[in-house]
Nanobody
Framework: QVTLVESGGGLVQAGGSLGLSCAAS????????MGWFRQAPGKEREFLAV????????SYADSVKGRYTISRDNAKNTVYLQMNSLKPEDTAVYYCAATTRALSTTTSEYTYWGQGAQVTVSS
């Protein structure tokens, strides 16, 4: 069992930056690839980024490539998402998730999920 807790959401103006953290507890953190997803009202949950177990391999959705950066610190059992050049359409609830499937971009392949953090970008 793994428990994930996101923090760092909030309100930011368009063009601004925001960072999210996701702290994990339970089973060894380093056995999981970690992903970030988001869900806007009335929309399906969307893949954003995934980072491999060691942190050396990362993959991004086209919608956030070049603006978002995923990273992890296995010593702190934490994964991060740095979001720059934010747009109003980035407004959503952001979730971190853990998977044993290497670099998965598929929601159904993630076993553990955080509770979500609201990110609101004003125009």
């Amino acid at each position: 069992q793994v428990t994930l807790v996101e923090s760092g959401g909030g309100l930011v103006q368009a063009g601004g930056s925001l960072g999210l953290s996701c702290a994990a507890s339970g089973r060894p953190f380093s056995v999981y690839a970690m992903g970030w997803f988001r869900q806007a009202p009335g929309k399906e949950r969307e893949f954003l980024a995934v980072i491999g177990r060691s942190g050396t391999i990362r993959s991004y959705a086209d919608s956030v490539k070049g603006r978002y950066t995923i990273s992890r610190d296995n010593a702190k059992n934490t994964v991060y998402l740095q979001m720059n050049s934010l747009k109003p359409e980035d407004t959503a609830v952001y979730y971190c998730a853990a998977t044993t499937r290497a670099l998965s971009t598929t929601t159904s392949e993630y076993t553990y999920w955080g509770q979500g953090a609201q990110v609101t970008v004003s125009s």
